[in-house]
């Protein structure tokens, strides 16, 4: 008897367990959700064919999320926009001397990592979910993404605060291990948002996404994160030569961050596809002892 794959679980079953609902096979199993979907009016999900079949390319990642943004825009917009102005307007408004000391210029860092920290980190988390929501074919918007933000705000700032910790006194010790655990940690605060882990758990968590593949993750964020990175310094060197415009620099630095908050999209979709590969290995037996060890201290 022909088999046909399920296009939501992605399992094969006999052709005469297989019905087409919306265009698409459907198994006995996945049947309720879909109809539940379709009589409710929810978005059908981005990638029906499922994220952990196989760890996916960097241009894979970045198609599904460009479709997650086109889809989300006003949603990710409005949450980027009620965190960066007035977060940015915050910082903006205090004194930078014209010749700034080492000291000024320490303590302006400061003030900027104080602000990430303690509110960045709320777009971030919100990202994260609102991406996730879309691809899962659930509706999102600015108020449920922000209620969910906040939900995880404290858990988000104290990883924050012990990440910071961890890499600069491994980077202070040597630096090579503070660049490789940075990379470990690429994914703690999605973890954060997402697991409804917190502190050394979900550093833990993003450790183990990211084990055994740690060049490929790196790559990946760095290229989801150059182009907002490039925009900066286009901006700032053209704000350079335009004539003084009131609020200007304020104004680059929200865009700047809004572009740079992109990247959190494309970084949440690899990490949902990290995340469902190593389940699915988990399940096989295909991943280590000591692996699916932590995976069952980490609460999966």
Known sequence: MSEQRCSFCRAQFPAAQIFMLDGKAVCVGCKPAVLARVLSGAPEPLEPVGLGERIMGFWETVGVGWKVIRTEWLALLLLGLFIAAPLNW????????DNPSMRDVARNWRLQQFGQTFFGVLATLGTAWITRERLEGRPASFGGALRHAVSRWLSGIGTAWLEGIFLVVLTLLLLVPGVIFA????????AVSLRGCGGTRALDYSKWLVKGRWGRVVGYALGYFLPGLLLMVVMSVATEFLPPVPHLELVTDVITDLAIGLATVFMTVFFLNLDTVQRAREATGETSILDRRLGQNLGR
Not at 90 to 97: A, D, E, G, K, N
Not at 183 to 190: E, Q
């Open 90 to 97: 915050l910082l903006h408004r205090v004194p930078f001397p």
């Open 183 to 190: 990379g470990y940690y690429a994914f703690s605060m999605i």
